[in-house]
């Protein structure tokens, strides 16, 4: 396909850190010439360091979660392309807002659905550690997605993801909060899509073991849990659940 053919969207909460270095990185990737970073009720300077850096900013006045946040995000490049006359041409690359610089590994993702053998891409991270991450809820996410489609992704949670318009439009409503991966690999799987992993350098940072890292977690088994359900899927207790592996 032509250059121009992928649109990277960037939920961003309180990221003004290293939310410049994620756009700049995306912004040289082969096939973008649309960043739009999605600032979900940010307390920090994060809208304005993006906006710095060269992306298209929204903004939501409070925070309403992953989900919500993504589709913000591609109903702005919906918007945008349509305002230029090219409605739903591009592809859609989600990003974390903490890249950083590794966001330009990112490539690799978008080859598959760009050359038309993939709806959507799952990156797998070359190199994780166990770090105190979200192991029982990886667990828990990839049991359930095994139960519900017999396929089991090597990293269920990672949110770097690239998908055709109408795959994401097939994933619609997204799931709340951080259940939306989850739920977007079970829908598109049942829907019989294409569904593939790529292994990309990239990394993010770490989540830690202090109290509010904790929380973060459950609040995220929480959301994971909530998209098994409602796709009649009971989420299994994981063995020897405790956070111990970096996701």
Known sequence: MPSGDVAVVIPALNEADLIAATVSAARVLPGVDLVVVVDDGS???TAAVAAGA?????????NRGKGAA??????AVRLLE???????SRHLLFLDADLGESAS???????????????????????VLRRGGFGFVTRAAGAGIERATGWRPAQPLNGQRCLTRAAFTAALPLARGWGVETAMTIDLLRQGLRVTEVEVPLSHRATGKDLGSQLHRLAQLRDVS????????LPARPRGAHPDVGG
């Open 82 to 88: 349509s305002a230029d006359g090219r409605p739903d």
């Open 226 to 233: 909530l998209a098994l359900a409602r796709r009649g899927v």
């Open 43 to 45: 307390a920090d300077e």
């Open 105 to 127: 590994g990112a490539g690799p993702l978008t080859e598959p659905v760009r050359a038309g053998t993939a709806d959507m891409t799952i990156a797998i991270f070359r190199n």
């Open 54 to 62: 060269g992306a298209r900013v929204v903004r939501h006045a409070r």
């Open 70 to 75: 993504m589709e913000t995000g591609a109903e």
